[in-house]
């Protein structure tokens, strides 16, 4: 909450406020009591006391109140043990029938300055408590960020990579462009897109984009903003957002984080009710909207099926376009548009990068790009060269290279074993990914690393692949119980991925003798009972043999 930034003068209003209130509190406390006694020399008391002037006596050890018969009261100091090591002056007070009470706490003069102090600290503190809700919380104090279509700065280069997103999205912006144009044709245009894609794809620069391309304002929140501890915030922040978005004739309003606001109800969780709200008020917003108005709402999502389904209903986010993980052509794109900048060996071969970056998305490649101009950096070369790029490309998909890790030579030579049987049975099965690296140099959490890489894209994997995957898991083990006669815990991240895939196999792929069946995996402690998993136990037990 404190990552915020925090405006310095609503700081000091509420330092004020603590003040004022801390103050208040304190004189009304002090009103509310006995007038304070007045401070008299210590000889008065002790002449009051024989002239039995004086009723009640109250007192700490040295600092003494006492109370004259006329009920005024008074307070003195008592010489060092006076009263300690008096014990005839406190049996004659007795003895004159005066009310004598010793306290334990201190109830000296001093004390209200010390109650003024903790009452203001006290007092600031809840003071700064309440800010901190505050600004995290009361929507009044958050303005929905607006960026105008001019600064949004977002160019053709930076959403490189995902044409065919672009190309859904092109209409939309055609219709910012020209709303009259569709409208007199008497069409309907999406009022909500739901770019869906994992982290990373370019959700958020390619609604930017819409907006420069549209020439519309930019209007951007995230779903998670909207998710508050107090009934009421998150809906009120909506309204927020959607007023502001209806000061411009035209413009896009980006929610990123979708589902935290929309995932579909039914849950229990605390935040329930105030999502449920949250929710409710987005689609009303939504529906507000006339034909007329040339707003569009457009948000992201990396799930698009957790979404409610009201939430996807005509007239709301009725679109959905698809932001992938790059392909090969994008990824040489997307390259090439970030090493423009940089100084180039001629040796580098952008495609061949792109080629060995499966599944690397849009982010992750400036990522590689910037890491490898460091390499080159640090090692004092005036330009990348291709080993640069493949070094970064390795530290991306492997981890980093841990030297200092000190292995014995058992342990390297157990290494070496275990990454020779999976390189061996990686090398022999022909519908395996070519190797593409065997290292026992210790990377990330291994200590040795067997790595292939596939040809082309993937985007479906045989039966024989996935057969020839997890042998090849295997031959690290293999390997070690053949040549070396032993087991040893370094298997277990290859069993339990092995393991995974078996199972995936039967349950999900239908590539077993139990045939095309999904059986739900059995997850969370509710369900854990098969027959609530949709399957039954007898069922379980073969899925297990298999
Ligand atoms: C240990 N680590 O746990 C030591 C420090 C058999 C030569 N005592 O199979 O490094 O034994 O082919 C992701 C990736 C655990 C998660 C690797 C979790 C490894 C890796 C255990 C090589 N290469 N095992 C391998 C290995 C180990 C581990 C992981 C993970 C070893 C083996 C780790
Ligand atoms: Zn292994």
Redesign the pocket.
Known sequence: MFGRKLPSTRLIWIAAGALVLSIGAFVAFQSGATPEPTVVPFSDFVRDVQANQVKAVSTDGDGVEFERRDGTRFETVAPQGYIALNPTFVASLVEQGVRFNVTATEQSHGSNYTALVLGVLLFSAVGLTLYRLVTGRVPSLEKPRTIDSHEVGVTFNDVAGVDEAKDEVQEIVDFLKEPGRFSSIGGRIPRGILLVGPPGTGKTLLARWMAGEAGVPFISASGSEFVEMYAGVGASRIRKLFREARRHKSCIIFIDELDAVGRNRGGNSLSHEEREQTLNQLLVEMDGFSRSDSVVVVAATNRADILDAALLRPGRFDRQVTVGNPHLKGREQILRVHTRAIALESDVDLRSIARGTPGFSGADLPNLVNEAALSAARAGRPAVCNGDLDAARDKVLMGVERKSVVMSEHERV??AY??AG?AVVAALLPDADPLHKVTIIPR???????MQLPEADRHTHSKSFIQAQIAILMG?RVAEELFLRQM???????IERATELARKMVCELGMSPLGPVHFRRPSGAWDSDSRAAGFSEEAARRVDDE
């Open positions: 157990t290494c275990h990454e999976h990330g959490r291994a200590l040795g690393v067997t690290g040893t815990s370094g298997a277990s991240n290859d």
